[in-house]
């Protein structure tokens, strides 16, 4: 764990390297952190639209709202880090300013796992909306395992699939997605001598890392959980 800890807070500190000379732009225009954190919200607004259109104005075989979705989502997490920077860098950290990216960060994420649960359902993959929908909750109970947490003073920061990773998974394997349906075309589908029906089919780049993350997710939430109760128990023992 403390390894791995390691080697996500390197990569970090080498990401804020590259995107510092752009948060001193942000701020020599006069951008607070909340407006920042504000518009990484609404480009998650645009994030759901897209699969929205994708449901309605779009057919099962056309997978490039997918791929344009996935360019946004890591354009709207950029800015997830971006806020941050903005705050420290600026000299502008507040108590509120911490809240209201707490909160927002969750309703991105709760939009964002909208747009892709209305894409799913429009073009009936019901069984993978299922597990978008057991990813959705399995992020916002990371998320909360560690805010309920700190409220009662322990530090609960660990884990595979925090907000980075889960963007990052979504976004690139949407683009990929996007890509891919262009060569082999969106209604690819791979069969297995056999196997009457399909293994594997275009939208599984996709999908497949969505159930993937509703698994890793909700392990990570309970983690989160046991690593909390084992700091719990120490002090009580103390």
Known sequence: MEQQTSVRKNLQLG?????????KVLIKLGLTPNAVTSIGFVLNVGVAVIF???????????LTYIGWAGGLILFAGLFDMLDGQVARLGNMKSTFGALYDSVLDRYSELIMFFGICYYLVAHHYFLSSIFAFIALIGSMMVSYVRARAEGLGIECKGGLMQRPERVVTIGVFAIIC???????????????PGIRFHIFE???????????????????????????????????NK
Do not use: H, W
Not at 178 to 192: E, M, P, R
Not at 210 to 223: D, G, M, P, Q
């Open 15 to 23: 990401i804020y390297k590259v995107i510092d000379p752009v948060v």
């Open 202 to 236: 275009t939208m599984s780049i996709f999908t497949i890392p969505i159930t993937v993350l509703a698994v890793l997710t909700n392990i990570t939430a309970f983690n989160r959980l046991r690593d909390a109760k084992k700091t719990i128990a120490e002090e009580e």
């Open 178 to 192: 996007g890509i891919s349906s262009l060569y082999i075309g969106g209604n690819y589908k791979l069969y297995f």
């Open 52 to 62: 929205i259109i994708g449901a309605e104005e779009g057919n099962r075989g056309d």
